[in-house]
Structures are given as structure tokens and as C-alpha cells.
């Protein structure tokens, strides 16, 4: 199965918001865990009162006709492009199978009348295993109700797709961070992203720690280290916020972000295309541990599409913000 909706932003992470909203049954393991962005642990010989401590969501052994469920409240409605369901360090109590349904409230959550809608029929599953399985359904959703059969433990669910944004509505002169994943931002392609991912840049709110940024490797070779970002929706920018918290041994000396208007082509030619790519904001020093806003250097490109931010030599960036707006791009 290909993992290629993996490039999409996952709308059930905790860190956006996503929250399990009702469970049928978490007798061994609270379902919120199953939303976390880390990857599941393994603690040898912790127990706690209900059991063996287990890094996911894990229903009791059912004694009685039906399965286990639980509703979750995505963190940004989205169209959903794929899902991971993951049942590591599950081994003798993992599901059999799972399904997933989905709804759209307009406000509040889920009740008895409300229609839902299977996105996903049911799939087998394996112990100590990840599943992909791409979805194709063009409707925006704002929760998900995850049924496993007949019970068992779920390591990490994630959801993959594209937020959903009512642009039409959006006041063309108000200033948006166009980049951010809640409106669609979505990070394309780095250079290396050896201790944090390039996605986490473009997170709400100010990074946790430094592995809620985006980390590269020293640098042992001349160059330096980059990420290109697709804007949410093209406009134009007039105030940049670039954030080093959390990093203090290890942020760039300087930054630069180069950007362009784009039409078409593969994430892999765009990233050949942004070498030629004009300066939207010329190299500026960076400190460490500090939120840097920059607008009287931002160059007037006029509407952008994508950007190139570029870290001299290498390091780590906690948060990148483009303000914006559309004005005659809606």
C-alpha cells in the first residue's frame, strides 16, 4: 500500500487540538494516548493498578456480544487522504479488525442522531504492525469513530489529510499565517530533519520542547540546511515570526527564506525550482532561544505560493509564522 497521504498533516494529533471525546471501554489504557505524535514506547515491568501499562488505547477482554469504539474530535476538520493504525508492542491483544466512520457537526459533538458515515470498512490487522490504508472520500469531516473488533489495544492512530479552510469567507485584508497546518500549510521537502521533523514548524502555539521543532544534524560538509513549505492558500506577506525556543547550543547564526509563486508540478520539481527562487526575507542573525519577527525586511514579492527557508549553517527552528493575506487571490 503506498504511504504517499503520509505528506499530509495528521488532523488527529493531540498537539492540533484532537481529543477522544467518548470510549466505550480503556480499562488498560487511557484512548488519548493512541493521538500522541511520539512514537510508542515500551516500558519493561511497569504495571499500574488496571494491568501491564501500555502505550495506546487498550479495552478490556470482552465478555459480551459487540466491540469497542471510541469517538474522536479531530483537531482541525479536514479531508481525510489516509490513515495509520498501528499496533506496535501489541502482540497477544491486538484487534483482530477495525473499521472507522466518520461525521461532519457543524458545532458540539456527536449524539444519537447524528449520521455517520463508514470511510473506512473493515480491515484485518496484525500484532506489532503498521497499516496503511488510503481513503478516498472528498467530504470534510470533524470526527471519527474508530471501532475495533472485538476489543484489544491500539498503539497510535493517525490521520492524514488536508484541512479545510472556508476561504471564500476569509476577510481579504486580514493578516493569516498562511504556513500554519491548521490552515493547510504543509512542509514539501528539507535537507535533513535528523532530530526533529520539518512538519513540527509549522504547529500552533510555541514549540513543548526542542523535539517539537525541527532539528538537522551537524553540518560537516559546506552548505547549509533548508525546508520548503506550500502556503496554505497564496497571498501575500508582510510579517514573518521565526522562533528558536528551546534551542540554545544548537539554532542557526542566521536565516533566509526565499519564495515564489507556483503552478503545478511534483513536490520533487518544485524543490529543483526553488533554487532560482527570489528573496522574501534577505539573511538575518538569529539568537537562541527567542521569537524573532521580521517586517520591515520582508521584500514586497507580491502573491507567493510556497517559500524556501533556508538555516546558515544548520540547527534547529522551533516555529516559522507567514502573515498574509489574500487580497485578490481568494
Known sequence: MSDEFKKYINLADARLGSKVVSVSDDWFAEADRMLQPQAP???EGVFDDNGKWMDGWESRRKRFEGHDHAIIRLGVVGIIKGVEIDTCFFTGNFPPSASIEACFCERGDPDADTLWHEILPAVNLQG??????????????????????????????????????????????????????????????????????????????????????????????????????????????????????????????SCSIQAAFVQGGTDQQIETQSLFWQELLPSQKLEMHSEHEFTLQVQDLGTISHVRLNIFPDGGISRMRLFGSLKGHQ
Open 41 to 43: 514506547v515500551w516500558k
Open 128 to 253: 506489532d504492525s503498521q497499516h496503511l490504508h488510503a481513503i478516498d472520500n472528498p467530504q470534510p469531516w470533524s470526527h471519527l469513530r474508530f471501532n475495533i473488533f472485538p476489543d484489544g489495544g491500539i498503539a497510535r492512530l493517525k490521520v492524514h489529510g488536508i484541512p479545510h479552510h472556508d476561504w471564500s469567507a476569509q476577510d481579504p485584508e486580514q493578516l493569516i499565517d498562511l504556513a500554519s497546518a491548521l490552515h493547510g500549510g504543509r512542509a514539501l521537502a528539507c535537507s535533513d530533519q535528523h532530530y526533529g521533523h520539518m512538519s513540527n514548524i509549522l504547529n500552533p502555539d510555541r514549540g513543548i520542547n526542542m523535539g517539537d521543532g525541527w532539528e538537522t544534524a551537524r553540518r560537516r560538509t559546506p552548505g547549509y540546511d533548508w525546508v520548503i513549505v506550500a502556503l496554505g492558500h497564496p497571498g501575500e506577506i508582510s510579517r514573518i515570526i521565526i522562533d528558536t525556543l528551546h534551542f540554545k547550543g544548537n539554532y542557526p547564526d
